[in-house]
């Protein structure tokens, strides 16, 4: 069974810490994104990747960065944890061959983060 | 400036009946638009695709409905079950592109209840 699988359900962090969530994918999918989810607001892009190395901005940004060394692996790290990035993060991937996205993305479970 | 609207946050139906969410966008290149479902604490499913060149695409219970002209599509449910209470995401996304390959526009969801 495919998987996109995030490192942690559950995570507490306090104010100024530097938080990394992991996210990994064993499709061989070029894509993943990064998206908090939060009530009202939907799901809001933070980041993407379409290749190792590369890295896109999303809608929201700022007080985030990513890393992706390996196809297979993208991390979000939150450089300095603060309570308004308390929120639910989902990670997925897709592929970018055309013709072939037909189901769009693969989710992971979400990480619920609470910065305290 | 969102793409991808879905108008009503929350939709409350009788079990048995049909569920129907709307969804509207304004990219008028948008070629593919799915449907996601999300349980609370884990992470969106797909649910339900439709290219661009059809006007409906049936699976099982679950219809959606494209209308170009007027940039709107919307997912019915028949019958509804209690089991389909969740939060639906419409999603678009545009043509494959440079660095928006495989990128989705979400709306902000739909919460449906379907009750007894």
């Known amino acids: 069974d495919v998987k996109v699988t995030q490192s942690s359900r559950y995570l507490v962090k306090r104010t100024g810490e530097k938080v990394f969530l992991e996210c990994v994918q064993d499709?061989?999918?070029?894509?993943m994104f990064w998206y908090r989810q939060d009530p009202g607001l939907g799901l809001r892009l933070i980041y993407f990747?379409?290749?190792?190395?590369?890295?896109e901005k999303g809608d929201i940004p700022e007080g985030y960065s990513v890393s992706r060394e390996k196809k297979e692996r993208f991390s979000l790290i939150l450089e300095s944890a603060s309570t308004n990035q308390t929120s639910m993060y989902l990670c997925?991937?897709?592929?970018?061959?055309?013709?072939?996205?037909?189901?769009?993305?693969?989710f992971g479970s979400g990480t619920r983060l609470t910065v305290v | 400036d969102q793409q991808v609207k879905q108008n009503s946050p929350s939709l409350s139906v009788q079990e048995g009946r049909i569920s129907i969410l709307n969804c509207d966008y304004t990219?008028?290149?948008?070629?593919?638009f799915l449907w996601y479902k999300k349980y609370p604490a884990e992470g969106p499913t797909f649910l339900i695709s439709?290219?661009?060149?059809?006007d409906k695409n049936e699976d099982g219970r679950f219809t959606v409905f494209l209308n170009k002209s007027a940039k709107h599509l919307s997912l019915h449910i028949v019958p509804s079950q209690p089991g389909d209470s969740a939060v639906y995401f419409c999603?678009?996304?545009?043509?494959?592109?440079?660095?928006?390959?495989?990128?989705?526009?979400f709306g902000r969801g739909t919460q449906l209840t379907v009750w007894p």
């Open positions: 997925a991937s897709s592929l970018n061959r055309p013709g072939q996205g037909a189901y769009g993305y693969t």
């Open positions: 499709m061989d999918h070029e894509n």
């Open positions: 990747s379409y290749d190792v190395k590369m890295k």
């Open positions: 990219n008028s290149m948008f070629d593919y």
């Open positions: 439709i290219s661009s060149i059809k």
């Open positions: 999603a678009a996304r545009p043509p494959y592109r440079g660095s928006t390959l495989g990128r989705l526009y």
